[in-house]
């Protein structure tokens, strides 16, 4: 046997145990042949990964009953998400960790383009895909991230207020009567408080500016002692800390400091040059990502309590040829912490980027074409469950430079030796 035929054969028994663990969050042997079936399709290489053409790939010769069978299993049938996810992370996390610790907890959110207006979810809303609004459906997630390894840990579709109060169209959709409406800011923190409740593991909390932003959000993590390093807007006003360099030592922290606040990027315009330093913060494609960044602690002023400030933290900016183009960072990381790491921390969002691509791209997340509720987020359910299994593969084999790992490359080695099995898991007595 050669070497690439027993990494075959190994594989396919691993394949085979991960359908046969979350096969048991889902009840009879019709859905767990559903399920294998599902993920199986996913799981081959190819872009078309809706129901019709799985079927077609599984059973050329009845592609009607295994179509029928598999819409079945996705749309109507009423197994539960929550534990086949619970299962799915029962696996993944533990592998993931072998490679490193959990580092990050990642919130992010992405969208979906659509072109018909019934999906459940869909409206015109911002899509970070084409940088403006568009018809499309959007999902909020939470990702754990070590050094080399990331996965949703949470993936939940945001449901616009259009869609949330009106009851003929939740009911059309199946949409559960218990739902209400929630912003993406508060979905991040039910999602936040549940990983931290159900005890996974720890890590410091990354979001972009939509998030980071709000200082709920950032209450929300204070009170779960949840350290963050959070994308601001340039806007955001802050006094410099007491003790900081170049102010006062003795400012009073009264109503008249917070009165005489000013936003992060008027402070940033007053730094001079010797404040700047060059800073790498991880391997790209091209090499070395490189900037000019620059850290102070400063305390946060609120806009709405005129009389407080929030606890010192680090205010961290990235330098840009034009001051408008300055990036913007809240972090509570120790007030130790050397400027490269909160660079590194700072930074560390792009491995959810990747999550989105691979999800969309190799797993086929953007592909569903049904349009209730149930479905959809059985087909979410299934697509992370079908990526945590290529997480889990990919953690057999550690790449030198994590950093530089191809992912893509790796997925689509994994998507072709499955192909290429000759025991595939869809190949039913």
């Given at each position: 046997m050669s070497e690439g035929t027993s990494f075959d054969a190994a594989m396919e028994?691993?394949?085979?145990?991960?359908?046969?663990?979350?096969?048991?969050a889902v009840g009879n042997d019709a859905r767990r042949r559903g399920l294998s079936d599902y993920m199986t399709g996913l799981l081959l290489p190819g872009e078309r990964k809706s129901m019709e053409p799985i079927a077609e790939r599984l059973d050329s010769g009845n592609v009607s009953r295994r179509?029928?069978?598999?819409?079945?299993?996705?749309?109507?049938?009423?197994w539960k998400d929550g534990p086949?996810?619970?299962?799915?992370?029962?696996?993944?996390?533990?592998?993931?960790?072998q490679r490193g610790a959990i580092e990050h907890w990642i919130v992010d959110d992405t969208t979906?383009?659509?072109s018909g207006r019934h999906s459940v979810g869909v409206a015109i809303q911002y899509s970070g895909l084409v940088g403006t609004t568009a018809n499309c459906q959007s999902l909020v997630s939470l990702s754990l991230a070590t050094?080399?390894?990331?996965?949703?840990?949470?993936?939940?579709l945001y449901l616009p207020e259009e869609w949330a109060h009106d009851r003929k169209r939740r009911l059309r959709a199946g949409v559960p009567p218990h739902l209400v409406f929630r912003t993406k800011i508060e979905m991040a923190i039910d999602q936040i408080r549940h990983a931290a409740a159900t005890g996974l593991p720890r890590g410091i909390v990354l979001a972009d500016a939509a998030y980071g932003g709000a200082r709920s959000f950032r209450d929300a993590l204070r009170d779960l002692d949840l350290a963050y390093a959070l994308g601001i807007e340039s806007n955001t006003t802050a006094v410099p800390a007491a003790g900081a360099a170049g102010h006062a030592t003795a400012r009073d922290r009264s109503a008249k400091v917070q009165a005489g606040a000013v936003r992060v990027d008027v402070l940033a315009g007053e730094w001079g040059p010797r404040d700047w330093r060059t800073v790498s913060w991880r391997e790209g494609s091209a090499g070395q990502l490189t900037g000019r960044f620059a850290a102070r602690r400063v305390q946060v002023a609120p806009t709405q309590r005129r009389d407080h400030l929030d606890?010192?933290?680090?205010?961290?900016?990235?330098?840009?040829?034009?001051?408008?183009?300055r990036n913007y960072w809240l972090s509570t990381l120790p007030a130790d912490t050397p400027l490269e790491n909160l660079v590194r921390h700072a930074k560390g969002r792009y491995r959810v980027e990747q999550d989105y691509r691979?999800?969309?791209?190799?797993?086929?997340?953007?592909?569903?074409?049904?349009r209730g509720w149930r479905g959809f987020n059985h087909h979410v359910t299934l697509c992370l469950a079908a990526y945590g299994f290529l997480v889990c593969e990919r953690s057999l084999f550690p790449p030198r430079h994590p950093a530089q790992a191809d992912t893509d490359g790796a997925s689509q080695s994994i998507l072709h030796r499955l192909a290429a099995s000759p025991h595939r898991p869809h190949d039913h007595a």
């Open positions: 028994r691993r394949f085979q145990d991960y359908l046969e663990d979350l096969g048991a179509h029928q069978s598999i819409q079945h299993f996705v749309s109507e049938a009423s086949v996810r619970e299962r799915v992370l029962g696996r993944v996390v533990p592998a993931m960790q979906l383009l659509k050094g080399a390894a990331s996965m949703p840990v949470a993936c939940e606890p010192e933290e680090w205010l961290i900016v990235q330098d840009a040829e034009a001051a408008k183009d691979e999800l969309k791209q190799e797993v086929g997340l953007a592909r569903f074409e049904g």
